[in-house]
Antibody
Framework: QVQLVQSGGEVKKPGASVKVSCKASGFTFMSYGISWLRQAPGQGPEWMGWTSGFNGNTKYAQKVQGRVTMTTDTSTNTAYMELRSLRSDDTAVYYC????????????WGQGTLVTVSS | EIVLTQSPGTLSLSPGERATLSCRASQSVSNSFLAWYQQKPGQAPRLLIFGASNRATGIPNRFSGSGSGTDFTLTISRLEAEDFAVYYCQQYGSSPRTFGQGTKVEVK
């Protein structure tokens, strides 16, 4: 079935980096893009950026531009999101979601990865 | 960026009752590019409605969406036990795509 499976939770210290993976199955990875979103406790989701499964093109939200890198590996149908210079307010559940052109809704979501930033 | 304001914050209803959730945008959402999601505790959001009124694959017809411009509504015609959850609206008419803060539908 169509699914996205994310890597496990992470605990990081302020200033560190985190890299989350998202493995796709059940659909043609190169025909879609993957968006990354995060959700802090009690808040709605926040879109962080998008990467194309076809050519690796990216779009990033202004809020994280300069600290985030999104990549894909078409040999393993896996997308990655790396966030650097972590701060306490980066603590959230991070989701990947299928997003064909990086400009519409999100029809399939990963299960989420909790990233905790704490000294 | 477009700010989406959902109301009410919490809706207390009984199974079998009708739920009406509102999503108001700070400016017009072009092409009615608005989606609704359901989220249960510990789970990812699930797409219910796109394009303001189109049900996603596998979504029961008790869920319906309406609206245009700045005012949108999600209606659940008769609440079932599995419908008690948090609901979010999301606009994709302009960049960046944004979400509302959510409406919790709880058992009365």
């Amino acid at each position: 079935q169509v699914q996205l499976v994310q890597s496990g939770g992470e605990v990081k210290k302020p200033g560190a980096s985190v890299k989350v993976s998202c493995k796709a199955s059940g659909f043609t990875f190169m025909s879609y893009g993957i968006s990354w979103l995060r959700q802090a406790p009690g808040q709605g989701p926040e879109w962080m950026g998008w990467t194309s499964g076809f050519n690796g093109n990216t779009k990033y939200a202004q809020k994280v531009q300069g600290r985030v890198t999104m990549t894909t590996d078409t040999s393993t149908n896996t997308a990655y999101m790396e966030l650097r210079s972590l701060r306490s307010d980066d603590t959230a559940v991070y989701y990947c979601a299928r997003d064909r052109f990086g400009e519409r809704n999100f029809d399939i979501w990963g299960q989420g990865t909790l990233v905790t930033v704490s000294s | 960026e477009i700010v989406l304001t959902q109301s009410p914050g919490t809706l207390s209803l009984s199974p079998g009752e009708r739920a009406t959730l509102s999503c108001r945008a700070s400016q017009s959402v072009s092409n009615s590019f608005l989606a609704w999601y359901q989220q249960k505790p510990g789970q990812a959001p699930r797409l219910l409605i796109f394009g303001a009124s189109n049900r996603a694959t596998g979504i029961p017809n008790r869920f319906s969406g309406s609206g245009s411009g700045t005012d949108f509504t999600l209606t659940i015609s008769r609440l079932e036990a599995e419908d008690f959850a948090v609901y979010y609206c999301q606009q994709y008419g302009s960049s960046p795509r944004t979400f509302g803060q959510g409406t919790k539908v709880e058992v009365k």
